[in-house]
């Protein structure tokens, strides 16, 4: 099985640009998370989604968004970019139901940085 | 609000050598699994160890094992025989039976001298 999968792996932006995501989970996983990993405040949980519907949030503000789509694919966008917004996105998935370990699979990550 | 500490944000230890990295954390479930999980300097996360709550017994995974004492909260894992390989920073985490985001300490950055 391929394992999750994250693009682009890295991008630059400027202040007050927007920027989206993506992230293709391990399949026949349907919840995915995301995390922003930055080294002072380590990893941070932004947004869980399952089946299309945003099941939990994190603390971050209403410019962090995303989505989940029927084959749960995710993108997470954050719009009106700021220079703390530098850091590195990581995307898991995981299995629920039958099988089900509790444990996240990460992908590689989008490592972010804003001018 | 569940919170994961570790305390140490740096170890060293000698190849072939035993190291113990500490985790303690905070929740009032009764059910919940903890983790470790190793990010290398290439950043992707894998899964050490994990350790569901009901289960008294320690889990191993061939060189790793934990010591989880539930009642402290506590989760500390074991390296036996480290190698250079295991390198990296180390996260201890939670996640809830019930709620769906897992939560990290800190991470403690592991070096292993030759």
């Known amino acids: 099985k391929a394992g999750v999968t994250q693009t682009p792996r890295y991008l630059i932006k400027t202040r007050g640009q927007q920027v989206t995501l993506s992230c293709s989970p391990i399949?026949?996983?349907?919840?995915v998370s995301w995390y922003q990993q930055t080294p002072g405040q380590g990893l941070q949980f932004l947004f869980e989604?399952?089946?299309?519907?945003?099941?939990n949030k994190g603390n971050f503000p209403g410019r962090f968004s995303g989505r989940q789509f029927s084959n749960s694919r995710s993108e997470m966008n954050v719009s009106t970019l700021e220079l703390g917004d530098s850091a590195l996105y990581l995307c898991?998935?995981?299995?629920?139901?039958?099988?089900?370990?509790?444990?996240?699979?990460f992908g590689e990550g989008s490592r972010l940085t804003v001018l | 609000a569940q919170t994961v500490t570790q305390s140490q944000p740096e170890m060293s230890v000698q190849e072939a050598e035993t190291v113990t990295l500490s985790c303690t954390y905070d929740?009032?479930?009764?059910?919940?699994?903890l983790f470790w999980y190793k990010q290398p300097p290439s950043r992707q996360m894998i899964l050490v160890i994990r350790?569901?709550?009901?289960?008294?017994q320690n889990a191993t995974e061939n060189r790793f094992s934990v010591n989880f004492q539930k009642a402290a909260k506590s989760f500390s894992l074991k390296i036996s025989d480290s190698q250079l390989g295991d390198a990296a920073m180390y996260f201890c985490?939670?996640?809830?039976?019930?709620?769906?985001?897992?939560?990290f300490g800190a991470g403690t950055r592991l070096t292993v001298k030759p």
């Open positions: 350790q569901e709550a009901y289960k008294q």
């Open positions: 898991a998935s995981s299995l629920e139901g039958t099988g089900e370990t509790g444990e996240l699979f």
């Open positions: 929740t009032s479930e009764s059910d919940y699994y």
């Open positions: 399949s026949g996983h349907r919840s």
């Open positions: 985490a939670y996640r809830s039976q019930w709620l769906r985001d897992m939560r």
């Open positions: 989604y399952f089946s299309e519907t945003q099941r």
